[in-house]
């Protein structure tokens, strides 16, 4: 399977350069409303199935779901968002600037071979409370019969909290990458965009897995391709970048018309 992650022309230097890709808090990403959504259809999935529990049990499970959502504030969810949809406008539009972006084309055989855990976005209503619903009895095993690790109960909570989108995006065809770190973690940083300060984390590009870089609509997408190319080949000279003794990746230049 092929997966695409759209950017701006900055951060495609970098991973490039670098060899690192950047995964962003949950709380910071464009749709600042996504995580809001996964939580509650989550509450309101476990307010319904506690209502056949007794009183006492029910409500360890709902404070116990509610202190995770709190210590949101003490930890982080990482995401990076890697799309099925190729050369697809509504990523152009969405993840890049206005003047063109980039888009990286790694291909894999399954989710698990990506080099961080990789999610399946979901859109259907019905499935995200059908996935809540298997969430409230794995909380019922492990809070009220005690079998089972609260953390990885804390775990699978955010990573549905991750994975639930609005069904208006699910052109995008998402899998996401999602690491949870505390607050102290020493691999958390932070860079500037507009007034904000995000947190984010990086991983390793697999290099073995990239096999494109697409160059988006723009002005002089002929120029655009061209200097790439003589990027990725400067790159490629220096014995100790990883592209000196990986295949080199193509580049794929957009379809679409540029309107800007």
Known sequence: MKLYHYTDSAAMKAV?????????????????????????????????????????????????????????????????????????????????????????EFEIN?????????????????????NAESLFDFAERVIVKGKGNKSKFFQTTWANVAKFKNSGFSEENEARAVIFKKQNDPAIRFRARDNLLIPYIEIEVPYDKLKAVWVGPCQNPDLASESLGRFIEHLARDKKHPLATHPKPAVKLSNITYRG
């Open 110 to 130: 399954e989710l698990k071979d990506f080099c961080a855990p990789l999610h399946e976005c979901i859109y259907d209503d019905a499935a995200k409370i059908a």
């Open 16 to 104: 490039l350069e670098h060899g690192r890709l950047w995964l962003s808090d949950i709380r910071y990403l464009n749709d600042h409303n996504e995580y809001k959504e996964g939580e509650k259809i989550i509450r309101s999935v476990f307010d319904a199935k506690g209502a056949a529990l007794p009183a006492a049990n029910a409500s360890k499970i709902i404070k116990h779901l509610e202190s995770y959502f709190h210590s949101s504030k003490a930890s982080y969810t990482f995401i990076g968002s890697f799309s099925r949809g190729e050369d697809l406008l509504s990523q152009w539009r969405g993840y890049c600037p206005k003047a063109g972006g980039y888009a990286f």
